[in-house]
């Protein structure tokens, strides 16, 4: 929940696109797309949580990766969640936590970092993004979320557009599709942060976006959107 702004930065949720976009935005997939080089791309929102385990239920959906989350216990009707994990036909869950109520199901337990083991960043409900520094060895095996998906996205042949030897080379990634194709009309835009090195990455400090053009450690960051009454 502290980085629930963050989420939806990074298209975390079923009816988002990265940086902020949505699938309603014209162009905003093909936008996408382009930046990615990639032709393979969901063509509208996904399921959101319940109608997802109810696809799982009806058997439409087979494979499913669960991370950072134990839905057995935080979802409504919990007897049909159950239903729905033991029905499902490969379950993958990552989890810094080896026996919940959801890895009971799992068919595949991927050993995940948790807070203080892993390094990236986290944005709160005033657009600040903070970095997120770890201070804890890893445990044997035990690997961040991002290194995961990565290792599986090499393992599938992908490893050109998983390119990632880092957190920092994510966030730069992630700065840069903010402005891609952006001339003002999408708020959230911290391209100026894409060119950080990893020393820069490393110290920056707290800033709210948008982002624009400015010398290191002296971001022209924007600390108010409402100021004149009303929203972008």
């Known amino acids: 929940q502290p980085n629930a702004m963050g989420g939806r930065e990074v298209g975390g949720l079923a ?9 309603d935005t014209p162009g905003a997939m093909l936008r996408v797309s382009d930046f990615w080089h990639s032709e393979q791309m969901a063509k509208g929102p996904g399921h959101k949580a319940v109608e997802l385990f109810e696809a799982v239920h009806r058997g439409e959906i087979r494979v499913l990766w669960v991370m950072g989350t134990n839905p057995a216990v935080s979802l409504p009707d919990t007897d049909r969640i159950h239903q729905a994990l033991s029905r499902c036909q490969t379950l993958i869950v990552s989890d810094c936590v080896a026996q919940t109520d959801t890895t ?4 595949i337990l991927l050993p995940a970092a ?5 390094d990236g960043t986290v944005t709160n409900s005033e657009r600040r993004i903070s970095r997120q520094r770890r201070f804890l060895s890893l445990p044997e095996k035990v690997r961040p979320d991002w290194q995961i998906m990565r290792d599986v996205a090499w393992a599938l042949g992908h490893a050109q557009a998983f390119d990632y030897r880092s957190p920092a080379d994510i966030f730069r990634e992630h700065a840069a599709l903010s402005g891609y194709g952006n001339g003002g009309e999408r708020v959230f835009n911290i391209s100026a942060l894409s060119q950080l090195s990893d020393k820069e990455y490393d110290e920056l400090a707290p800033v709210q976006w948008p982002v624009t053009d400015g010398n290191p450690g002296a971001w022209m960051q924007t600390r108010r959107l409402f100021s004149h009454g009303r929203f972008p």
Not at 15 to 22: E, F, K, V
Not at 104 to 107: M, T
Not at 114 to 118: Q, V
């Open 114 to 118: 948790g807070w203080g083991e892993k």
């Open 104 to 107: 009971q199901f799992a068919d």
């Open 15 to 23: 009816n988002t696109l990265a940086a902020h976009m949505d699938y």
